[in-house]
């Protein structure tokens, strides 16, 4: 399924006060993140992605992000797939434990998102945004999911975090 497909079956059940009540649990991701205290990227940097990812989603155009997490030896991945219509579930935000996770790890952001969206690509491109790699976990198995009335994520982990 191509990118623009995918992201138009999104707006079946996407309203803006759905997508921001699961941002609020991606953003507890987000938090434990910056708690965790990486050495290789600042809080300020962490809290620019977070409000990133909140713009394209509440302008209906995310499809995925991942956070990636890279040592020499080893990566780490916490992947959110936007969903709609079909997520029932509604787990609890955190439990993700950033602490097996060296704290020089390296960290980026890579995003997937509907190109259709004009005053999302002038933002991205203005913001340099979700451009630095590739996905790595798009096969990993779903550990979690957050949802609205049918709108939601599904969040997968790659690595043992």
Same mark, same amino acid.
């Given at each position: ?19 921001r009540?699961?941002?609020g649990?991606? %953003?507890?991701? %987000? ?6 205290? %990486? ?9 620019q ?6 713009f ?21 991945v ?32 890579v ?51």
């Amino acid at each position: 399924m191509n990118t623009t497909t995918q992201a138009k079956s999104i707006s079946d059940a996407f309203t803006e006060a759905r997508a921001r009540y699961v941002l609020g649990k991606i %953003f507890d991701t %987000f938090n434990n993140i910056i708690f965790r205290g %990486f050495t290789t990227i600042t809080t300020d940097n962490l809290k620019q992605w977070r409000d990133d990812i909140q713009f394209i989603m509440e302008k209906n155009a995310l499809v995925a992000f991942e956070i990636q997490f890279r040592t020499m030896e080893k990566k780490w991945v916490v992947r959110y797939e936007v969903v709609s219509g079909t997520v029932s579930r509604d787990d609890e935000s955190g439990g993700i434990d950033f602490y097996n996770i060296p704290a020089d790890a390296s960290l980026s952001c890579v995003i997937e998102r509907d190109h259709n969206n004009e005053e999302v690509n002038n933002y991205v491109e203005r913001r340099n945004f979700g451009k630095n790699g590739e996905f790595i976990a798009e096969s990993a198995a779903i550990y979690k999911s957050h949802s609205k009335d049918g709108f939601g994520v599904n969040l997968k982990i790659l690595g043992d975090i």
